[in-house]
């Protein structure tokens, strides 16, 4: 975690404040969800607690933490307290091993009369070689946590609702895996910080002429993944919506069938806390998707250049500095408080796309019908899979000529 | 201090989070003597019949069968996309995850013709 104090007090606070973030984003998340569907629906939503209904999130925290506590005397006790914390843990540790925004980099500096640094702060909570395999595999646990509720509950409909959740997510793993393995042959890495540094530049398409391959710059475009996997692109989307346990394929908590799937017997906070996992893991699919194929926490290069580096960056950190000053004299625009700002400027365009996919995600689930659970595993198994492996060979093959 | 340090103390940090939210909150809720129709399971208002011993359609253990032998070939193939471009093999890797994925192909289409896939 680091080799000084400084560094590893540094260190903890990040993880714990993207753990915050990641939770924090959740009561947002639902009243966007709220908010939205009322939207789509043309009513109103929860519009009377506090400007917009924004005070509803915390109305409905205390309320929830107020809640008498059930514990189905048939069940398994201690199942059934595992299973929600259990769910909280696949979403948090996948979205604090993806890099957020760039590195911040702290030179030397002297506190406390001795001499600190240089550091390098990534902005993640641990930086794991291993990207994506360590995202897939983590986030895959998500279904014990509801296994144990549906085991832990002795209701029917939970059961089903945790089989019926197990199978799709595993059925729907392989097409999410078999669509990652496209853009990994593209870029050649696990990293997710690799990933994005590929991603700079103008959009360039290789061509073929007479007997050599040439790029072709294409203007102002990014160079995003999406240009180059367009299938892999929708396979990945489509799937991540199955693995969240999302509509339109819902189905472990379809609630004209299973009551409320595998956490029928559950209320209060314990509910809730199932939720904050499945927001969870909608952030970690969303942050995936962006960097993937929308170049993470980059706007594109000539973007990034004039708009982020050479205007916003400057005047944040002159804005900043200026602030700090109110409070004490001594403080200018080191390099040091404009490396901070840069990163908390990427992370706030980082953040935008992760919440535009939100919304789509939101947007969705009020506009599609639920499938039907046979047509789910058919999609799964039937469709996905073997378009993923198409998409798999078309592109190796392609790569075979144009690397 | 390795490397799986920082994945721990997150860990264990989420896991004390969720133990404390689930306490605080059995801690502030209201306690009341719960009558008979409370404690049996939820069964949309009928009368509870529910054992312990449930049976489970077998279609979930074959999905289940079905996707360890599956996910396997597609973990064969992250290493192979990631080398693709740098290995140097020319079509020699190509042609190596070819005939896997023939094999993958053959399988599948084995899998849907025996009728294991179909949900009824």
Not at chain 1, 111 to 134: C, R, T
Not at chain 1, 297 to 304: A, N
Not at chain 1, 348 to 356: P, Q, S, V
Request: aromatic fraction near 16%; include cysteine.
């Amino acid at each position: 975690m680091g080799s000084d104090v400084f560094e590893i007090s540094i260190n903890f606070v990040k993880m714990v404040a993207i753990f915050l973030l990641m939770v924090n984003l959740v009561p947002m998340l639902v009243w966007v969800e709220r908010r939205g569907s009322a939207f789509i629906q043309n009513r109103f939503g929860p519009n009377r607690v506090g400007p917009l209904g924004l005070i509803q999130l915390a109305a409905d925290a205390i309320k929830f933490l107020f809640k008498e506590e059930f514990i189905p005397p048939k069940g398994n006790k201690a199942l059934f307290l595992i299973a929600p914390i259990i769910a909280l843990i696949p979403g948090a540790i996948a979205f604090c091993s993806i890099p957020l925004s760039v590195p911040i980099e702290i030179s030397a500096f002297e506190m406390f009369g001795s001499q600190w640094g240089p550091y390098v702060f990534p902005f993640q909570s641990f930086e794991i070689g291993i990207g994506i395999v360590f995202v897939l595999g983590v986030s895959s646990l998500g279904a014990y946590s509801m296994l144990l509720a549906g085991f832990g509950s002795a209701n029917k409909y939970s059961l089903y609702g945790a089989l019926r959740a197990s199978a799709q997510m595993i059925s729907y793993e392989l097409a999410m895996g078999l669509a990652i393995v496209g853009i990994l042959i593209v870029y050649g890495t696990f990293d997710f910080a690799e990933m994005i540094a590929a991603q700079q530049g103008p959009l360039s398409i290789p061509l073929f002429e007479a007997d050599h391959v040439v790029n072709k710059v294409l203007g102002i475009l990014p160079n995003w993944g999406v240009f180059y996997q367009p299938v892999g692109f929708i396979l990945l989307f489509v799937s991540v919506f199955a693995e969240t346990n999302r509509l339109p394929f819902d189905l472990p908590e379809a609630e004209s069938e299973l009551v409320a799937g595998y956490h029928t017997e559950y209320g209060g906070i314990k509910m809730n806390m199932f939720y904050i996992g499945e927001y969870g893991h909608m952030m970690v699919a969303s942050a995936l998707i962006a960097v993937f194929y929308f170049g993470g926490y980059s706007l594109g290069t000539t973007l990034d250049t004039i708009l982020v580096e050479g205007t916003i960056v400057p005047n944040m950190s002159a804005l900043f500095a200026s602030l700090l000053n109110l409070f004490g004299s001594g403080w200018e625009q080191s390099t040091n408080l404009i490396n901070v700002v840069r990163a908390f400027v990427f992370h706030g365009i980082f953040m935008a796309k992760i919440l535009l996919f939100l919304w789509i995600f939101v947007w969705v689930r009020w506009t599609l019908p639920r499938f039907r659970y046979d047509q789910l595993m058919d999609l799964g198994w039937k469709t996905m899979l073997p378009w993923a492996l198409a998409n798999t060979i078309l592109t190796a093959f392609l790569m075979l000529f144009l690397r | 201090m390795t490397s799986l340090t920082p994945i721990i103390v997150l860990t264990v940090f989420v896991a004390i989070f969720g133990v404390g939210i689930v306490v605080v909150s059995a801690l502030l809720g209201p306690k009341k003597n719960w009558t008979k129709a409370k404690k049996i399971p939820y069964e949309s208002g009928l009368p509870g019949q529910e054992r312990k011993e449930t049976k489970i359609p077998v279609k979930f253990y074959l999905t289940a069968i079905l996707f360890i032998v599956f996910d396997i070939e597609v973990v064969f193939m992250y290493p192979w996309a990631l080398t693709y471009t740098d290995a140097g093999l020319g079509g020699y890797i190509f042609g190596a995850m070819a005939v896997f994925v023939g094999l993958f192909i053959f399988g599948l289409i084995w899998e849907i013709k025996s009728k294991a896939l179909e949900w009824d």
